[in-house]
T-cell receptor, first 114, second 115 residues
């Protein structure tokens, strides 16, 4: 069985500050890990994904995430927040066999203060 | 990049009526499509997995007779909410994959309000 835990349902940062959104996973098989962003009343947009290649994954909009097996984590970071980054962020896990069947975390709402 | 179009983006219907939501892959053939439901301020919950030409596989607790899914072609899947009730009001999102492409591609969702 697989699961995802996102620590913090709401994170608030100032514009220009570091963004850190936490995600821990549980998986009995090598995981595939994803970060998605959702803007109000819209679907999900893929930010980045880890599929057993490089552990540091760079995504769109300046985001990156590092897969740490020892910590079962896949935290999302961005060095400098922009107002347009305000959105809901979802971490998700699947595996090679069922990579279409994503298990989502509960989401973290990111607010960016001017 | 791959595009998934979901229609309508929002719909209001009366209790007891049925509503059909379409999910189309515009520039690739989607062997598999997924339907999710998202309650306010909550995560996405997978409702069913739809493979072209075969019956959908529903997640536990999802009523297959209430949420009818059809995947008749490689570019179109439909979700019909039958005999809708106010508790069916939610945000419904589809995603599609051809398994060769780079992951899943999501539609923009459909906001269903049942009055």
């Amino acid at each position: 069985a697989q699961s995802v835990t996102q620590l913090g349902s709401h994170v608030s940062v100032s514009e220009g500050a570091l963004v850190l959104l936490r995600c821990n996973y549980s998986s009995s098989v090598p995981p595939y890990l994803f970060w998605y962003v959702q803007y109000p009343n819209q679907g999900l947009q893929l930010l980045l994904k880890y599929t057993s290649a490089a552990t540091l994954v760079k995504g769109i909009n300046g985001f990156e995430a590092e897969f740490k097996k020892s910590e079962t984590s896949f935290h999302l970071t961005k060095p400098s927040a922009h107002m347009s980054d305000a959105a809901e962020y979802f971490c998700a896990v699947s595996d090679k066999r069922s990579q279409g069947n994503l298990i989502f975390g509960k989401g973290t709402k990111l607010s960016v203060k001017p | 990049g791959a595009v998934v179009s979901q229609h309508p983006s929002w719909v209001i219907c009366k209790s007891g009526t049925s509503v059909k939501i379409e999910c189309r892959s515009l520039d690739f053939q989607a062997t598999t499509m997924f339907w999710y439901r998202q309650f306010p301020k909550q995560s996405l919950m997978l409702m069913a997995t739809s493979n072209e030409g075969s019956k959908a596989t529903y997640e536990q607790g999802v009523e297959k007779d209430k949420f009818l899914i059809n995947h008749a072609s490689l570019t179109l899947s439909t979700l019909t909410v039958t005999s809708a009730h106010p508790e069916d009001s939610s945000f419904y999102i589809c995603s599609a994959t051809d398994w060769d492409a780079n992951g899943l591609h999501f539609g923009n969702g459909t906001r269903l309000t049942v009055t």
